[in-house]
């Protein structure tokens, strides 16, 4: 059974760092694997896929890697702003019609 | 440009009662999905569908029951709902290359 960890749970920085979330998965057969952010009571709103033959996808202040051999990906944000603050998901999708399998979240807080 | 959207947005149950769930997506897509999210739990998958009148399980199906008779629509239902069902409910469908988009949600508790 995949199972998907994200590290740190939490994670508090001061505004203008660049900082890097964690995403592990236990299973490297993937078919892609997607980035979400979540707001307070709000629901997900998707912010980079990356396919199981790709490296890396980029958006905006954002980067994202895959490492499918190791099991990890990384969601790198550069320059945070306040307005970053959410909860962040990574969830990988295996092969055929079968849903994501997403980790618990790593909850950001950009002080102003 | 609507996307995924759930009905209703929020409710409140009581035990033994039973209801549904809407979701309805306008982008022509064949897969569906429903997920509960609970605190610490993370989402999980409910069930799925890979198109009109097919329905699956997934990882926590028991006590919902689902339907597709229209490929835009995926309908959840609770016939005997249950304290522990309370929880953020969340439809996905998926799109090309295997992007997932998904709803605002709906907000059940179940006294």
């Known amino acids: 059974k995949q199972e998907v960890t994200q590290i740190p749970a939490a994670l508090s920085v001061p505004e203008g760092e660049n900082l890097v979330l964690n995403c592990s998965f236990t299973?490297?057969?993937?078919?892609?694997l997607q980035w979400f952010r979540q707001d307070p009571g709000k629901g997900l709103t998707s912010l980079l896929l990356?396919?199981?033959?790709?490296r890396e996808q980029t958006s905006g202040r954002l980067n994202a890697s895959l490492d499918k051999s190791s099991g990890r990906s990384t969601l790198y944000i550069a320059a945070s702003q306040p307005g970053d603050s959410a909860t962040y998901l990574c969830?990988?999708?295996?092969?055929?019609?079968?849903?994501?399998?997403f980790g618990k979240g790593t909850h950001l807080i950009i002080q102003p | 440009n609507a996307g995924v959207t759930q009905t209703p947005k929020f409710r409140v149950l009581k035990t033994g009662q039973s209801m549904t769930l809407l979701c309805a997506q306008d982008?022509?897509?064949?897969?569906m999905y429903w997920y509960r999210q609970d605190p610490g739990m993370g989402l999980r998958l409910i069930h799925y569908?890979?198109?009109?009148?097919?329905?699956a399980k997934g990882e926590v199906p028991d006590g919902y029951n689902v339907s597709r008779l229209k490929k835009q629509n995926f309908l959840l239902g609770l016939e005997s709902a249950a304290p522990s069902q309370t929880s953020v409910y969340f439809c996905?469908?998926?799109?090309?290359?295997?992007?997932?988009?998904f709803g605002a949600g709906t907000r059940l508790s179940v006294l």
């Open positions: 299973d490297s057969a993937i078919y892609n």
């Open positions: 990356i396919q199981s033959s790709q």
């Open positions: 969830a990988v999708a295996g092969g055929g019609a079968d849903g994501l399998t």
């Open positions: 569908s890979v198109g009109e009148g097919t329905t």
């Open positions: 982008m022509n897509h064949e897969y």
């Open positions: 996905a469908s998926r799109g090309l290359a295997g992007r997932n988009y």
